[in-house]
């Protein structure tokens, strides 16, 4: 599909060589040798992203932040990721893709962590002590063991085995990762009113990813963690995630 039909977002994209082709590749590879000019922040931002996906979480800041953006909203399943223009922008062939200007940020800690560190005023990332480690702590696992291992395990079992009879244990092996996942992720909400020190944080909203996705596989989040629902419901209630919800189609609560 071209990049100019699959957006939902109030504003279409124009597919230039910058945004999806060998240009915006080469600017992809620069990144790996230099960081990220924080002066590109003020730039657009663009998301490329999927209904309901792991790059709702950014979406959610882009609202919080209330920075001038584009949501570039592929179908639900995001087919699109498979698709030429797009490997072009991210070889990985995964959203979110935040684009500032020509520049390309993959990965959706990083781009949560470059949300938060661009607009240092509005608190989402607390650069000092502890609450920095923990953060970053949560994304770690959150993105390289719940979500790469135990998430996929459910929803890709061809991703690990191209035997399709091998499907249904992987399946049931990823459900007991992911109890024990939620059973952690459970017992570190209880007592607290947010992921990270005292306040709203970027993690939140990465976090509720994961709650609804609990929900799409048919577990009941609402009996089984009681601390995740009402951080889940606190979400709810921010004005930023029901923007996010309601562009996205998706609600917290359906399969
Ligand atoms: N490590 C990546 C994972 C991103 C990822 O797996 N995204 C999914 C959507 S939630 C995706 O794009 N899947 C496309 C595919 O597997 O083909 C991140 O944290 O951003």
Redesign the pocket.
Known sequence: MNPATCFAGAERLQPTPDRTGRQGAHRCSALKRNPVPMDQAKAHYTLHA?PG???FAAHVILEEIGEPYTIALMSPG?PE??EAWFRTLNP?????VLMIGNLVI????AILVHLGLARPDAGLLDTTGENLVRSIEWFNWL?GHV??VSV?MIW?PDYFCDDSTAAEPIILKGRQHLAADFARIESALTDRIWAVGESYSIVDPYLLVFYRWGNRMGLDMRRDYLAWTDHSLRLEQRPAVQRCLQKEGVSLWRR
């Open positions: 999927a996906s792991c790059s995001h990721t498979h990985k062939g995964r959203v979110p993959t990965e959706a800690p993105s979500h790469a996929r890709r």
